[in-house]
Nanobody, 126 residues
């Protein structure tokens, strides 16, 4: 499976913005659907957003719809998650994963997916 690397997290005040990046180590992401997931302390990992392999279809969890935007840059082999209007409840470690299952606002990793990276910490606090 493709090994992905997340970056761009940080500490931001409520209402602030961050842009997360997901790149592949030694692999081409062309035609690879990518999903963003997050896991808050003591919570299960949850799907946030995903984008199809060609960037034509995007999906969002209801909790982030209208605030987060997923996109991909083929030339940079990178998938982005632009996060606006951040809230304390967005605080989590954010991960990206290849070939997620995306149906409407339901975003899940493939069963048995194990290629999780280190993730990037997003903390929203005043």
């Amino acid at each position: 499976q493709v090994q992905l690397v997340e970056s761009g997290g940080g500490l931001v005040q409520p209402g602030g913005s961050l842009r997360l990046s997901c790149t592949a180590s030694g692999s081409n992401l062309d035609d690879v659907a990518i999903g963003w997931f997050r896991q808050a302390p003591r919570e299960d990992r949850e799907g946030v957003s995903c984008i199809d392999g060609r960037g034509r279809r995007t999906y969002y969890d209801n909790a982030v719809k209208g605030r987060f935007t997923i996109s991909r840059d083929k030339a940079k082999n990178t998938v982005y998650l632009q996060m606006e209007g951040l809230r304390p409840e967005d605080t989590a470690v954010y991960y990206c994963a290849a070939e997620p299952i995306c149906m409407g606002s339901r975003i899940q990793p493939q069963p048995g997916y194990r290629s999780w990276g280190q993730g990037t910490q997003v903390t929203v606090s005043s």
